[in-house]
């Protein structure tokens, strides 16, 4: 695993507040809503995670129209600021798809405040130099599927709080 330089940077801002964004990563039913490339899922049954410095996150991601691809992803969380940084050793395995075999990434998240109640995620990752590409687009769609996700739950705390109002 290369240490040095980041193959893959990416800096991308989410109309929803850090603390959301953050718990999007960090919840286990939040992250199966949004996580991986469109057509892949988590089987809420396979995730587990322990979000502390020294702690884990771990879960399976299966693809729709080949179920037998089942990748195993583990991180070892080396640093968590609670809503502000998780950081870890990625390990990649199980039925991968053809042409990828199971590797480790170094991975660096960080969530910082922007104007408006909005959030900017940083993303570090340090990958096997053939994987970077196949990375960013597997992030980009899963952003896809994480606004939406945000979109969805804070509609559904805004309807929330409107009826406790009325109830009130």
């Known amino acids: 695993m290369n240490t040095e330089?980041?193959?893959?940077?990416?800096?991308?801002?989410?109309?929803a507040p850090r603390?959301?964004?953050?718990?999007?990563?960090?919840?286990?039913?939040?992250?199966?809503?949004w996580w991986g490339p469109i057509g892949n899922s988590l089987p809420r049954d396979e995730i587990e995670f322990d979000v502390r410095p020294g702690g884990f996150q771990r879960w399976t991601e299966v693809n729709a129209a080949e179920?037998?691809?089942?990748?195993?992803?583990?991180?070892?969380?080396?640093?968590?600021?609670?809503?502000?940084?998780?950081?870890?050793?990625?390990?990649v395995s199980g039925r991968l798809p053809e042409g990828i075999e199971p590797f480790a990434t170094?991975?660096?998240?960080?969530?910082h405040d922007e104007a408006d109640g909005r959030t900017r995620l940083e993303i570090r990752q340090w990958l096997p130099e053939h994987l970077a590409h196949p990375s960013e687009e597997g992030w980009r769609q899963a952003f896809t599927k994480l606004d939406a996700a945000l979109m969805n739950i804070q509609a559904a705390e805004a309807h929330h709080r409107e009826a406790e109002a009325w109830q009130s």
Do not use: K, N
Not at 67 to 91: F, N, S
Not at 106 to 111: D, I, K, S, Y
């Open 67 to 91: 179920p037998e691809l089942r990748v195993h992803v583990h991180v070892d969380l080396t640093d968590v600021a609670d809503g502000e940084l998780l950081e870890g050793v990625m390990h």
């Open 5 to 15: 330089t980041p193959q893959l940077a990416i800096s991308r801002v989410f109309d």
């Open 19 to 33: 603390q959301l964004v953050y718990r999007a990563f960090t919840d286990p039913d939040h992250l199966a809503a």
């Open 106 to 111: 170094r991975l660096r998240v960080e969530f």
